[in-house]
């Protein structure tokens, strides 16, 4: 069945890169989605991208996608106090049809360390 | 301005009995869908629906059901049957077809004791 993989927990000093991976099991998948929580709230969507991208950059966040090895990251550029929360990487499984339904890592929680 | 609202923020209830959790959307989406989180596993997905008076169960729906009688609104009731029902519960929406990201609301942590 679909499975997304992360890392549970990444500590970086403020002002450095924050990289986080993941990586999936379903080689059809569509799109893939950043999403970040910020304690007892919702999640909050970062970015996505399509499958047939390698890269997507936007303003400090630069997701690289490999296909052949089913690997996606997100890199945070300039890392800041305020990106403290948990990161959840999705995938929209290719059986879902049209139902919208997304498949999540169990997330990996980012501290940055002032 | 649009979103998902979900009440109420915290609830507590005593074993044996039902509750209900509300979720509220006003942004015209189609679907909406209920996740359950727990610490370190992720998020895993209870029911959806698509359209109004239509729902599925997902992946962990046993002791739980919904309604969906209006396309805004798709409570979620937690029943005496579920037997960890200590959780936080997120309800998302989206549109249906090509890009659609979810929307999710702040989402209830319920407390069963």
């Known amino acids: 069945g679909e499975d997304v993989e992360q890392s549970l927990f990444l500590s970086v000093r403020e002002g450095d890169s924050s990289v986080i991976n993941c990586t999936y099991t379903?080689?059809?998948?569509?799109?893939l989605y950043w999403y970040k929580q910020e304690p007892g709230a919702g999640l909050q969507l970062l970015t996505y991208?399509?499958?047939?991208?390698d890269m997507k950059q936007d303003q400090r966040l630069t997701v690289l996608l490999n296909k052949k090895d089913k690997h996606l990251s997100l890199r945070i550029a300039d890392t800041q106090t305020g990106d403290s929360a948990i990161y959840f990487c999705?995938?929209?499984?290719?059986?879902?049809?049209?139902?919208?339904?997304?498949?999540f890592g169990q997330g990996t929680t980012l501290q940055v360390k002032p | 301005d649009g979103g998902i609202t979900q009440s109420p923020k915290y609830l507590f209830r005593k074993e044996g009995q039902n509750v209900t959790l509300s979720c509220e959307q006003n942004?015209?989406?189609?679907?909406m869908y209920w996740y359950r989180q727990d610490p370190g596993q992720g998020l895993r997905l209870i029911y959806y629906?698509?359209?109004?008076?239509?729902?599925q169960k997902g992946d962990i729906a046993e002791g739980y059901s919904v309604s969906r009688e209006k396309k805004e609104s798709f409570p979620l009731t937690v029943t005496s049957a579920q037997k960890n029902p200590t959780a936080f519960y997120l309800c998302?929406?989206?549109?249906?077809?090509?890009?659609?990201?979810?929307?999710f609301g702040n989402g209830t942590r319920l407390t069963v004791t």
């Open positions: 999705a995938e929209t499984p290719s059986l879902s049809g049209n139902t919208g339904k997304l498949i």
């Open positions: 379903d080689s059809s998948s569509t799109y």
């Open positions: 629906s698509q359209i109004v008076n239509d729902f």
């Open positions: 942004l015209n989406h189609d679907a």
């Open positions: 998302a929406s989206s549109t249906t077809g090509g890009i659609s990201p979810l929307h």
């Open positions: 991208i399509f499958s047939n991208m």
